[in-house]
């Protein structure tokens, strides 16, 4: 039997707005309240999920369609279910609301990204209630902890389940939102994602009393050291894909601006400073976080020689964590696919391979020979850039433009497990 495709649009809608209300926030997290409803969800329709808890609370959901050739791996429906905390202040409506107002479904998660698990959750449920078999494996993964790094989900469960959550392709978060460029239209959507590298860099020097200033101490030469950094641009590296992004969107790399530069080179940004403990004393150790973020075919090595070369000898590092950078070709069926429906569903816009410049799932999916995309689509207007909206007050997302995704998306996933659009909907 055929879904009514208004009645899809419908129930997607409310059960994101039914996941918003869930209060994810990461810290503490708490994403078990999440993993329950989808699982409840998913049972409505017949389908079995497991949850795995990293630590009490912290619940990763799995459920998986199986297909007929077990030989072609697996597509993953990837989200995460925590949010970033909210500043109440912030706000002109309630962040954990839901609330539909002028056109827009409000509150935490919206876009970032319980947008995209609600389509995941309303295709497995299409294909399951119409009876059609895909040709591949059809998983939902939703997970706890990405906006923390993804200790207590993705990565807990690529090291512990690897099995649970391998697959030949993954849609993830970061892709697929409208950018607009002039008079033209653009789709990124995400092949590749910087690595992280977080260095403690820490400056001795002989403490003494504040009363006796004197020329070199750690404070200081810590401070010279990051102004060094923050002024001093990193060397630059253009991946061809990047390259080709630009030339498709006709800037030129001598004049990439503020949105492009992160992802021509490898960055570090001072994010905590620490040093002394009594105010006349001048300490003998000062110390500052460095957030570095490094470019596919870079690693910590070679971001720390960077930094060796701009503040010299002096300080020390330590590396305190590190994720390496994701590249997935642009060149395959998926992608094409990905393009295709998008171009089709907005005629003149383009979509296009991107790189972002912050970490997703995506680092530890890829460990298991996934590739993975990023793509989470939506149709955003002028004066509703994705940016403002990404873990910002007031956080939302337009029901047209996520009626307009949740197409496009349902039309890529079904073609590529090999079931026609209106095999499923009348």
């Known amino acids: 039997m055929k879904i009514s495709w208004q009645q899809f649009q419908d129930e ?52 998986r369609i199986p297909g007929t050739d077990a030989s072609k791996g697996a597509l993953m429906l990837s989200s995460h ?7 109440r202040s912030g706000w002109t409506r309630e962040p954990f609301s839901g609330d539909v107002i002028e056109g827009c479904v409000w509150g935490r998660g919206s876009i970032d990204m319980k947008s995209k698990g609600a389509m995941d959750l309303m295709m497995m449920s299409a294909i399951k209630r119409t009876g059609v078999t895909p ?7 939703a997970v706890a902890d990405e906006e923390a790094g993804s200790e207590e989900g993705a990565k807990f469960l690529v090291e512990r389940y690897p099995d649970l959550v391998r697959a030949a392709f993954v849609l993830n978060e970061v892709g697929g939102f409208t950018i607009h460029l002039g008079n033209n239209r653009y789709y990124p959507i995400q092949v590749a994602e910087k690595g992280f590298v977080t260095i403690k860099m820490t400056v001795n020097a002989p403490p003494g009393h504040g009363s006796m200033p004197r020329r070199h101490n750690a404070i200081g030469r810590l401070s010279e050291a990051i102004a060094k950094i923050t002024s001093t641009p990193m060397r630059q590296k253009v991946s061809p894909f990047m390259r080709r992004t630009l030339e498709t969107m006709g800037v030129q790399l001598e004049s990439a601006g503020a949105l492009f530069a992160p992802m021509l080179s490898n960055t570090v940004s001072p ?77 003149g816009a383009r979509a296009i391979p991107w790189m972002i410049p912050g970490a997703t799932d995506a680092k530890f999916y890829s460990l298991l020979g ?28 337009p029901v047209d433009g996520f009626n307009w995704g949740l197409k496009v998306y349902a039309e890529v996933v079904l073609r590529f497990v090999g079931i026609k659009f209106d095999d499923v909907f009348g």
């Open 81 to 87: 279910t925590d949010v970033v905390p909210v500043e």
């Open 271 to 347: 994010t905590i400073v620490r040093a002394g403990y009594k105010d006349n004393v001048i300490p003998g150790e000062a110390w500052v976080v460095l957030d570095g973020r490094t470019l596919p075919g870079e690693n910590p090595e070679s971001i720390m020689a960077e930094l060796r070369a701009i503040v010299g000898p002096v300080p020390t590092f330590e590396l305190i964590k590190t994720a390496p950078p994701v590249e997935t070709s642009p060149d395959t069926p998926l992608f094409d696919l990905i393009r295709e429906r998008v171009e089709a569903n907005d005629p």
């Open 12 to 63: 997607a809608l409310e059960r994101l707005r039914a996941l918003i209300r869930l209060n994810t926030s990461n810290p503490p997290g708490n994403e078990r309240i999440a993993a329950d409803y989808i699982a409840d969800q998913l049972g409505s329709d017949g389908i079995d999920s497991v949850i795995r808890e990293s630590k009490p609370t912290r619940a990763s959901l799995v459920a």
């Open 370 to 397: 996934a590739a993975c995309y990023g793509f989470s689509p939506v149709k955003l207007d002028r004066q509703m850039p994705f940016g403002s909206l990404f873990h910002g007050n007031d956080e939302r997302i």
């Open 135 to 141: 040709d591949r494996d059809v998983m939902m993964v």
